[in-house]
């Protein structure tokens, strides 16, 4: 079993629609990052986190530290977040097998 | 501000041969690691350097190796270069003292044929 698992693999939404991707992981952690990986490989960290929720845009991050747990929002979709949303338990960096998004115009 | 850079963007060798990709931190980061992400996978850690040593390492052999420098900056080498080793190699920064706040390269891709 993956020390970091996330739920859905894979992830086909519309336009507009509201997205939830699940992180749980198994050991005690000081922060959870999410990361975004486009085609070409590039990521980018959206969020880091150690407690409660934050906020950036359409995007919104929580995690439940009792329940080690986090999930990723994503509200108003749009065909440009189509990416792999990974998310990782901070320190050396464990990843996530990571959530491929496609959102459909 | 530049962020991390790494080099080269993308790299094709066959087995047997040996490579060095090399990453440039954010300004002012004094820690670097290194990961590969093979296709379809998350990234696995490969190790962190910190004052020119090894602070930690994952689970890669001997085979994988690196350095970094005064400024630095660090490369990774990998040595007798398997078919299994084609993947994407992030390089991320970070502060020693702010490790889980890691700025990410955007990778170089290798092929090995």
């Known amino acids: 079993k993956n020390e970091v698992e996330q739920s859905p693999q894979n992830l086909t939404a519309q336009e507009g629609e509201f997205i939830t991707i699940n992180c749980s992981y198994s050991?005690?952690?000081?922060?959870l990052h999410w990361l975004q990986q486009h085609p070409g490989g590039g990521i980018v960290s959206l969020f880091m986190?150690?407690?409660g929720k934050k906020k950036h845009g359409r995007l919104i991050a929580t995690i439940n530290i009792q329940e080690k747990h986090s999930s990723l929002h994503i509200t108003a979709s749009h065909p440009r977040d189509s990416a792999v949303y990974i998310c990782?338990?901070?320190?050396?960096?464990?990843f996530g097998q990571g959530t491929r998004l496609t959102i459909n115009p | 501000d530049a962020g991390v850079t790494q080099s080269p963007t993308h790299l094709i060798k066959t087995r047997g041969q040996q490579v060095t990709l090399r990453c440039s931190p954010k300004?002012?980061?004094?820690?670097v690691s290194w990961y590969q992400q093979a296709l379809g996978q998350g990234p696995q850690f490969i190790f962190q350097?910190?004052?020119?040593?090894?602070?930690q390492r994952g689970n890669f052999p001997d085979r994988f190796s690196g350095h970094q420098f005064p400024n630095y900056s660090s490369e990774l080498n990998v040595n007798a270069l398997l078919l299994g080793d084609s993947a994407l190699y992030l390089c991320?920064?970070?502060?020693?003292?702010?490790?889980?706040?890691?700025?990410f390269g955007p990778g170089t891709r290798l092929t090995v044929l």
């Open positions: 991320a920064s970070s502060f020693l003292s702010a490790r889980d706040t890691q700025y």
């Open positions: 050991v005690g952690i000081s922060a």
């Open positions: 986190l150690s407690s």
């Open positions: 990782a338990r901070g320190g050396e960096l464990v």
């Open positions: 300004s002012g980061h004094d820690t």
């Open positions: 350097y910190y004052e020119e040593e090894e602070r």
